[in-house]
């Protein structure tokens, strides 16, 4: 049994972010979006890890080394990105034919009970009812939840069961031997091959694949998805006693949930509510909620909110003396 996360993607959406960073180690409620996935997977008992890298590939494998020392895992490099199709079919020599794969894609973190998965007796793709799916793989069930037909971005969909990134494949080998067909073929679409497109193929070939909800799915591929899954996160940790100040700030207020990685200083601020700093960052009288900061960052006389600040950034704000009369209007924006 082998767990395939694909985090090779350029992140355009999240650009100027993943210039220098990886969409995958973004922080997010005192974790990276990459460390979420891996510690859910972990957590079902999930030894044996492959990582399909590319962009700022080297990022990506210094972050498990350091994070993860002790993982199982193995590296495969997708150096043209030609689609979810042709990254999981790189790693064909990673996976032994009769092994079980567990794909889970790498911006997509969802709430989901992975041991009961895993306890399955038939593939099982996860899905969740969206209101607009033309954005996303499309699944059609019959009444069994049996997956029947599967689009990727459909323009006229036939079902609002969007597809989440997260694939239970019991037959490796028919999965790759269907990708295998798709890259003989050329069978691209506008220059990639889709997972969803050797899905069905699987089916068409008289595999069962069968659908499970997922209770909660978010997307990070965007910035507003972003936030609200940080936002989301920091919530629940906090409910469960999990989130801890273990440092006193100098005339700071913080308003959780909040999360403040080690090594921060922070003066003279309002943090929170729905905040997360990475490590070593410096805030000085500032007022920052609902925003992701990351490591080593300097803001100096800010006021953010719904922001997303990168790692070594420096914001210095405006800072001003007022001496204001009686019935007197003043637009500083």
Not at 10 to 17: D, E, F, Q, V
Not at 132 to 151: K, Q
Not at 164 to 188: F, P, T
Not at 302 to 325: E, K, T
């Given at each position: 049994m082998k767990a395939i996360i694909p985090v090779a993607g350029a992140g355009t959406n999240l650009r100027p972010l993943t210039y220098t960073q990886p969409k995958a180690l973004i922080p997010l409620a005192g974790k990276t979006i990459l460390s979420v996935i891996i510690d859910q997977l972990?957590?079902?008992?999930?030894?044996?890890f492959v990582f399909v890298i590319g962009y700022?590939?080297?990022?990506?494998?210094?972050?498990?080394?350091?994070?993860?020392?002790?993982?199982?895992?193995?590296l495969v490099t997708q150096n043209d990105r030609r689609g979810t199709g042709h990254a999981?079919?790189?790693?064909?020599?990673?996976?032994?034919?009769?092994?079980?794969v567990l794909i889970v894609l790498g911006d997509t973190i969802c709430d989901y009970n992975v041991k009961e998965i895993l306890q399955s007796k038939t593939s099982l793709i996860g899905v969740r009812k969206v209101d607009d799916p033309r954005s996303f793989g499309v699944a059609e069930l019959n009444e069994h939840d049996t997956v029947v037909r599967m689009v990727e971005k459909p323009l006229i969909p036939?079902?609002?069961?969007?597809?989440?990134?997260?694939?239970?494949?019991?037959?490796a080998k028919a999965l790759y031997e269907a990708l295998d067909s798709h890259l003989i073929n050329h069978l691209e679409e506008q220059g990639e091959y889709h997972l969803t497109n050797a899905l069905q193929q699987m089916i068409e070939n008289g595999i069962s694949l069968k659908a499970?909800?997922?209770?909660?799915?978010?997307?990070c591929g965007k910035k507003e998805t972003l936030l609200s899954?940080?936002?989301?996160?920091?919530?629940?940790?906090?409910?469960?006693?999990?989130?801890?100040?273990?440092?006193?700030?100098?005339?700071?207020?913080?308003?959780p949930p909040v999360s403040i990685a080690e090594g921060c200083t922070i003066s003279n601020s309002i943090i929170g509510p729905n905040v997360s700093i990475g490590e070593h960052s410096t805030i000085n009288a500032s007022i920052i909620k609902d925003s992701i900061i990351g490591s080593y960052a300097q803001l100096e006389e800010v006021v953010l909110h719904s922001s997303i600040i990168g790692s070594d950034a420096f914001i210095r704000g405006l800072s001003q003396s007022l001496n204001i009369g009686d019935n007197t209007e003043i637009d500083l924006g």
């Amino acid at each position: 049994m082998k767990a395939i996360i694909p985090v090779a993607g350029a992140g355009t959406n999240l650009r100027p972010l993943t210039y220098t960073q990886p969409k995958a180690l973004i922080p997010l409620a005192g974790k990276t979006i990459l460390s979420v996935i891996i510690d859910q997977l972990l957590d079902a008992g999930i030894t044996e890890f492959v990582f399909v890298i590319g962009y700022l590939g080297e990022k990506i494998q210094r972050y498990i080394a350091k994070t993860y020392p002790n993982l199982s895992y193995s590296l495969v490099t997708q150096n043209d990105r030609r689609g979810t199709g042709h990254a999981i079919w790189l790693t064909k020599d990673a996976v032994e034919e009769t092994e079980e794969v567990l794909i889970v894609l790498g911006d997509t973190i969802c709430d989901y009970n992975v041991k009961e998965i895993l306890q399955s007796k038939t593939s099982l793709i996860g899905v969740r009812k969206v209101d607009d799916p033309r954005s996303f793989g499309v699944a059609e069930l019959n009444e069994h939840d049996t997956v029947v037909r599967m689009v990727e971005k459909p323009l006229i969909p036939k079902s609002n069961m969007a597809m989440v990134g997260v694939y239970y494949i019991k037959n490796a080998k028919a999965l790759y031997e269907a990708l295998d067909s798709h890259l003989i073929n050329h069978l691209e679409e506008q220059g990639e091959y889709h997972l969803t497109n050797a899905l069905q193929q699987m089916i068409e070939n008289g595999i069962s694949l069968k659908a499970f909800r997922v209770n909660n799915w978010f997307d990070c591929g965007k910035k507003e998805t972003l936030l609200s899954t940080n936002a989301t996160l920091l919530k629940q940790l906090h409910e469960t006693a999990k989130l801890e100040y273990k440092h006193s700030y100098n005339n700071t207020v913080i308003i959780p949930p909040v999360s403040i990685a080690e090594g921060c200083t922070i003066s003279n601020s309002i943090i929170g509510p729905n905040v997360s700093i990475g490590e070593h960052s410096t805030i000085n009288a500032s007022i920052i909620k609902d925003s992701i900061i990351g490591s080593y960052a300097q803001l100096e006389e800010v006021v953010l909110h719904s922001s997303i600040i990168g790692s070594d950034a420096f914001i210095r704000g405006l800072s001003q003396s007022l001496n204001i009369g009686d019935n007197t209007e003043i637009d500083l924006g």
